[in-house]
């Protein structure tokens, strides 16, 4: 094993990306280290046993270690556990580009492993992830025939930025896009944005693969330097004269079984002529050679079903379900479903279906992100559910999988840039999709259902979103665009291209492909048509629900905001948190605040909220001379009684005003501590903190003016507070700790200790 160290390093914007192999992990097949600026991910490849399979038994995981960025993790253990959701989704950016590019034969077991070392939150690792893998491919004795290249490109302040920070990801970007491909063309889209227009995109996407071109030659120079020799590949073949007999013996049955419109039917009748093939050519089961002639057997049919669907759409311009190219399937919209959700919808389009629910929740309820981002919660977000029975299964349901979150991602991401901001809704939003029944296009039929749903629960989107799905069937230098595809044009079709968006530009894209490579031309197409269909579904959402609507539902938490003075933010709590949480449980309510003073009241239903809003407000305010208050005795002395106005804040009551019209010797003989009683605010000294009250239904104060109320007076008219320093006339020093009276010493103020 050779411990040369090989590094190769490119120039992608005026920031330096290195790869560098030779020095880590060098039992796996492949490993390289890519890193940019203080950001380090190693990424390695391996191949394990060879597996009897009809799929490519890859398996991508992204391991986010805490250590990379100094943290801890969160967890009870203190460890990290199962990958979440950022991990999980960059697996899927590695995967998706480099799948396609495996030779079709190739059937080992192949695992790449990205993990973080380094994160400076100035560079984020996904990027690096993508491109540390195919580098590993490449030096590894995996056979992928050429490298893929990934960038990232954001807007910010209406210029394109190639690879731009994390911070201005968060916070100033307009566009995410991430763009995979190799030197000839792009494999892979993924992007979230703020309405930006198609002919944009294409420019963004050109920007791109200029820099993944030189990626790719990065890469291929670190190969030739340090690469390691390919496996060799047999690549199973299908037998020309089979793949003619089972076309003529059962090509009629298998032709009428495809263009059988419901998905089922038409899975079932191709079923029945796939196991006819089977029975005829597989041979006798017993005999040896069965397994080999029953998958030469299996591959003509496949390959015979593919060419009859494909060229059926090619040439004489129909789908499996009768559609045209540009044709979408019947649409069917509810809002309303569910009765006691805060908002709810029902998005059908064909035999793809969508339940889409909202559940609006405090701020507290916002979902707390323990990862190597910035980004450390979420205030709205989608989950994306497919039970087996969406496709006619039995299954096992143990949460989602890696799709589910993918999906559910992309259809967040489509709505983000509508979502209104915590000042215009203080809610957190909780969207879930739950796909009732799936013909592709299940993730586009959520983002609708988002939509809608989010409109039924009253939330005050900037804007409705629609999504639709595009395919691609492409031979030679023919090609044609579908619209909305379903099943089976996804499978045996080239291409997945999701595009969502309101009618002013686009909020999400997302293409895989499964061929080497699409043209610019094919995506400039295929993004025009979508816009077509995208309008078209939004009119059909409007005319359903073309608001959203006036009032939450009466199931919903009602938030109400007060802004106090921060300094006061204290008095609200109170020691160790005792105001706060009394007044929830007094009103059954919960609150929050911030540091700038903002209160958010949470009620379950609209009048507790007003009142204890009210409650907040009195226990806050300034106090002014005029204000009326229900106060409560909490100490009697000679001169007075105290009466607290609202936690903390207390007022005197002079005993010249406690009976009036009549003399009292004491303030017990009217007032007991604990008593309540109506007074007004006649005098406020606040260099003093001093409060004069009187009764509210003394006739010297009922009834009259903030201005009559200051010449009133609050009754205290004794004698100015004697100064400690003078008295009897005569002048006193001032205490000095270090004058003549103190000596340096201590004094002994134990008890115990014996006095000589």
Not at 33 to 38: A, I, K, L, T, W
Not at 248 to 264: N, W, Y
């Amino acid at each position: 094993m050779s411990d040369a160290v090989t590094r190769v390093s490119v120039q992608i914007e005026g920031k330096e990306i290195s790869f560098e192999t030779g020095k880590l992990a060098k039992q796996a097949s492949g490993a390289v280290v890519v890193r940019s600026g203080d950001t380090m991910v190693l990424c390695t490849a391996t191949a394990g046993n060879l597996r009897d399979v009809d799929f490519l038994p890859l398996t991508v995981d992204v391991e986010e270690r805490m250590y990379a960025a100094g943290k801890i993790p969160g967890s009870f253990f203190k460890r990290e556990g199962r990958a979440g959701e950022k991990a999980t989704l960059s697996a899927r950016l590695i995967d998706r580009p480099i799948r396609p590019l495996f030779p079709k034969g190739w059937r080992y077991e192949t695992q790449l492993v990205a993990i973080p070392m380094s994160v400076d939150h100035v560079n984020p690792y996904d990027i690096l992830a993508m491109n540390g893998a195919s580098a590993a491919l490449m030096v590894s004795q995996i056979p992928l025939p050429t490298p893929v290249g990934s960038v990232r490109i954001g807007k910010i302040e209406g210029n394109f930025v190639v690879n731009p920070n994390e911070e201005d990801l968060v916070e100033a970007t307009d566009l995410d896009l991430i763009v995979a491909g190799t030197e000839e063309a792009i494999l892979m889209v993924e992007a979230g944005a703020n309405e930006i227009p198609e002919a944009e995109i294409l420019d963004a996407l050109d920007i791109a693969h200029e820099e993944i071109r030189k990626l790719c030659g990065a890469q291929l120079e670190l190969a030739a330097q340090a690469g390691k020799p390919k496996l060799e590949v047999e690549v199973p073949q299908v037998e020309p004269e089979l793949y003619e007999q089972i076309k003529a013996s059962h090509g009629g049955a298998l032709d009428a079984a495809t263009q059988v419109e419901d998905k089922l039917a038409r899975q079932d009748a191709c079923k029945a002529v796939e196991e006819q093939v089977l029975a005829q050519y597989a041979g006798d089961p017993e005999a040896d050679t069965y397994p080999e002639y029953r998958a030469n057997a299996q591959r003509a049919f496949d390959k015979l079903e593919k060419t009859l669907i494909r060229e059926r759409i090619a040439v004489h311009k129909r789908r499996p379900d009768g559609r045209s190219a540009e044709e979408i399937r019947p649409l069917s919209i509810e809002v309303g479903v569910a009765p006691r959700t805060h908002g709810s919808a029902l998005f059908t389009r064909g035999q793809t279906q969508a339940f889409s629910v909202v559940a609006l929740g405090t701020t507290r309820e916002e979902m707390r992100l323990d990862t190597l981002g910035l980004e450390t919660a979420k205030r709205y977000f989608h989950h994306y559910n497919f039970p087996p029975f969406s496709v006619g299964e039995a299954g096992f349901m143990r949460g989602p999988k890696r799709r589910d979150i993918g999906h559910g991602a992309l259809a967040e991401r489509a709505l983000v840039p509508m979502i209104p901001t915590q000042e215009e809704f203080p809610y957190t939003i909780r969207v879930v999709s739950d796909i009732l029944e799936s013909n592709g296009s299940s993730s586009m039929a959520s983002v609708c259902g988002s939509t809608l749903s989010l409109m039924d629960a009253g939330v005050p989107l900037k804007g409705a979103v629609a999504g639709i799905a595009m395919g691609l069937i492409k031979e030679g230098e023919d090609y044609i665009i579908l619209t909305d595809i379903a099943g089976v044009e996804d499978h045996l079709g080239d291409m997945d291209f999701k595009v969502a968006g309101t009618e002013r530009g686009i909020t999400a894209l997302q293409m895989d492909i499964k061929i080497t490579g699409v043209t610019f031309e094919i995506l400039r197409d295929a993004l025009a048509q979508a816009r077509v269909a995208r309008q078209f579904i939004l009119e059909q959402m409007t005319a359903v629900i073309d608001a959203p609507r006036s009032e939450l539902s009466k199931y919903a938490p009602r938030i109400a905001t007060v802004q106090i003075d921060p300094e006061k933010i204290g008095l609200l709590i109170g020691k160790g948190g005792e105001t706060i949480r009394s007044l929830q449980e007094e009103y059954e309510s919960q609150i929050d605040v911030n540091d700038e003073g903002q209160v958010l009241v949470y009620a379950a239903d609209g009048e507790r909220g007003d009142a204890l809003v009210e409650r907040i407000r009195a226990m806050t305010k300034e106090v002014e001379v005029g204000d009326s208050y229900l106060g409560k005795v909490v100490k009697t002395t000679t001169f007075g009684a105290f009466v607290e106005l609202s936690k903390g804040t207390d007022g005197l009551l002079h005993i010249s005003n406690i009976a009036p019209g009549r003399r009292i010797a004491t303030v017990e003989e009217v007032l007991n501590k604990g008593d309540e009683l109506n007074v007004r605010v006649v005098e406020v000294d606040r260099e003093r903190g001093r409060i004069g009250l009187r009764l509210a239904d003394d006739p010297d104060v009922a009834g009259k003016s903030i201005e009559e109320l200051a010449t009133v007076g609050s009754g205290d008219n004794g004698p100015p507070r004697r100064d400690r320093d003078r008295r009897d006339g005569r002048e006193r020093p001032p205490r000095d700790s270090r004058g003549p009276r103190d000596r340096g010493r201590v004094r002994d103020r134990d008890p115990d200790r014996p006095r000589s």
